[in-house]
């Protein structure tokens, strides 16, 4: 408990964290909010437009991009090389003075990110929800007993982007490479949506998957997934690359 304490800590403590948290919260509201205001003119002009069944949940699918911050930055901050005048020292030989065990030193910077994570889907959810409601009134979704299951599929997916970011950054000990990648391929070419065009096996890959556990309306696409089985795959994908990273991680020098 002492030594997740302070790995929850030592994520507060950076400017980065707090700007993953404006990022995961800011983002799904504004773009839902945006939406929803179209989405009113169009009614309030007697438009029959109907009111997308996914509408909220694939603004939240961008708004992961606070997860994957928090993932990288709570590895690559350990591997920052700091200022002559400090030492020019990194975190991370500290760090491992104070936790002597790797495996658990990474179980423990883990679990803070999920954690975190998990706080920071749960929040943006509500913030987007309402946003939508507030603008909509009447005409916002409802909200029933189908959403519990749809907004856990949302805390369950950012959870494991964020592991699957803090993953990445373990093999790659800097924080650049996997941010760029897991960012352009989340909010800007969806290169993993691309690869769908060439093979129905990309469905299978971990965002593809993941994001079966919340959007339901998916017309292009000519492979079935159910939610959990959805899931489990994301969820495979991410305990086995959490495990060669663990395993690299043991094996070399800090």
């Not at 408990?1 to 919260?25: D, P």
């Not at 936790?99 to 959810?125: E, M, N």
């Not at 000990?173 to 990309?202: C, D, E, F, K, Q």
Request: aromatic fraction near 6%; include cysteine; charged fraction near 15%.
């Amino acid at each position: 408990m002492r030594a997740l304490t302070a790995e929850l800590s030592k994520l507060t403590s950076l400017l980065s964290f707090w700007v993953a948290l404006a990022t995961g919260l800011i983002v799904p509201t504004a773009i839902a909010a945006l939406n929803s205001v179209s989405t009113r003119k169009e009614l309030d002009l007697g438009s029959e437009t109907a009111v997308g069944i996914d509408m909220g949940y694939q603004e939240l699918a961008f708004g992961v991009i606070g997860a994957i911050i928090i993932g990288v930055i709570a590895v690559s901050n350990e591997y920052f090389t700091e200022s002559a005048e400090s030492g020019g020292g990194r975190q991370i030989t500290t760090s491992l003075i104070a936790v002597p065990s790797r495996l658990r030193f990474l179980l423990t910077k883990a679990t803070a990110v999920a954690l975190v994570s998990a706080v920071l889907a749960s929040a943006a959810a509500v913030a987007t929800m309402a946003a939508i409601r507030i603008v909509l009134g009447e005409h916002a979704p409802e909200m029933g007993s189908e959403a519990i299951p749809r907004l856990a599929g949302i805390v369950c997916y950012w959870v494991l982007t964020a592991l699957l970011a803090f993953g990445i950054t373990v093999l790659t000990r800097h924080g650049v490479i996997p941010l760029a990648i897991l960012i352009v391929n989340t909010s800007v070419v969806t290169v993993t949506y691309l690869l769908t065009r060439l093979t129905s096996l990309a469905y299978y890959l971990p965002d593809m998957a993941g994001i079966r556990m919340f959007i339901r309306n998916l017309e292009d696409s000519t492979v079935e997934i159910a939610p959990l089985v959805g899931g489990l795959v994301m969820t495979a994908w991410v305990a086995a690359l959490l495990i060669i990273a663990a395993i690299v991680f043991c094996r070399r020098d800090a």
